[in-house]
């Protein structure tokens, strides 16, 4: 890595601190969101609509991590497209560019699912430590989209994606899918690791692809995985307590602020899409906007999330020496996206 693409990725970790990083935009639920349809989709992702970074020649954005060529990532496609999506319904369908930005994607999607039904992430793909080149967020939000061009298109080329999607998101990790059975149920890994993370924020973005799915298509299968989810996850929302704080994944990461802030909103939501397990979701949301709002918990918590932010500047930073001290040129950071490092 150089020296500028140090400072790139110095600037991105000060922005993320400061909560201006266009990655870590405002967890927000979207105000009319209604779980009996796929009117709007739960969360507000219209601050993705204005990427900052690399684009190809249709449009479509792409992103370049230190040390790789640019690469189209699925879940960032979707979040952008439904951020679209939403922005349209809210005009009453008939704002154009926010049509043509949703339909842009999702036609992207669709012409690049492969044959198993999925969208490979390379930096899964380049990490040995992962079982699966597939995450069940990714297949979750494409999901959605997918569903979603379906209603606007009638087009059923998009109903036959989704169910694969859905397909390979309930296919285990061993025979590379995105979940694993659990005593409790059905996990559903946004990092399908050899260690398995559970990370909360991605398990729910899954859950919701899936949600929908049963909305519109629902077969037995599929229904029966959404009850095995449901009950994994309220039989282990006490996994991310921390006590003071959550945790951002179920090998006792501490979140990060978005994350819990993200936490919060997500607990809302499912307990109005899921309302008999309302009583659960409740419990711990509040406990967690307690923790945020606490002088005492946020004391507590500060330290420890600052420790992630200097654990992670620190690697950079080795890096940097070690390859500066080689000559090496690295590749500059035009924009960072989620991956297992996160």
Not at 23 to 35: M, S
Not at 69 to 74: G, L
Not at 194 to 213: D, F, K, P
Request: proline share 4%; hydrophobic share 35%.
């Amino acid at each position: 890595m150089n020296r500028e693409s140090f400072r790139q990725y110095l600037r991105s970790r000060v922005q993320r601190l400061q909560g201006k990083d266009y990655l870590v935009c405002a967890p927000n639920r979207w105000v009319g969101y209604d779980p009996s349809s796929l009117r709007y989709y739960y969360r507000d992702f219209s601050a993705k609509i204005a990427w900052p970074g690399m684009v190809d020649k249709q449009g479509i954005p792409l992103v370049r991590m230190v040390d790789s060529e640019p690469f189209y990532h699925p879940m960032l496609l979707a979040q952008i497209a439904l951020g679209h999506w939403n922005l349209w319904i809210h005009g009453e369908r008939t704002d154009q560019y926010h049509q043509a930005g949703f339909r842009r994607i999702a036609d992207w999607l669709l012409q690049n699912q492969d044959a198993t039904g999925g969208w490979p992430i390379l930096t899964f793909q380049r990490d040995p430590s992962f079982l699966s080149p597939y995450s069940a967020m990714a297949q979750g939000q494409v999901t959605s989209v997918l569903l979603r061009a379906w209603e606007m298109t009638g087009e059923a080329r998009f109903e036959c994606a989704a169910s694969r999607a859905i397909d390979l998101m309930l296919t285990p990790m061993d025979r590379k899918g995105t979940c694993w059975y659990h005593g409790t149920g059905l996990l559903l890994e946004e990092y399908p690791q050899q260690r398995q993370r559970s990370v909360l924020n991605g398990w729910i973005h899954a859950l919701y692809g899936l949600y929908e799915y049963n909305i519109v298509l629902g077969s037995l299968p599929s229904k029966k995985a959404l009850d095995q989810t449901m009950s994994a996850l309220v039989s282990n929302l006490h996994r991310y307590d921390a006590g003071y704080w959550s945790f951002y994944d179920g090998l006792k990461k501490l979140a990060n602020g978005y994350y819990h802030r993200e936490h919060i909103s997500q607990l809302f939501c499912l307990s109005i899409t899921f309302p008999h397990h309302k009583h659960v979701f409740d419990k711990y949301r509040k406990r967690f906007v307690l923790y945020q709002y606490s002088p005492v918990h946020r004391a507590i918590s500060l330290p420890l999330r600052l420790l992630r932010h200097f654990s992670a500047l620190r690697t950079m930073t080795t890096t940097w020496v070690r390859d500066d001290a080689k000559g090496a040129e690295g590749q500059l950071t035009v924009a960072v996206v989620k991956t297992h490092t996160s």
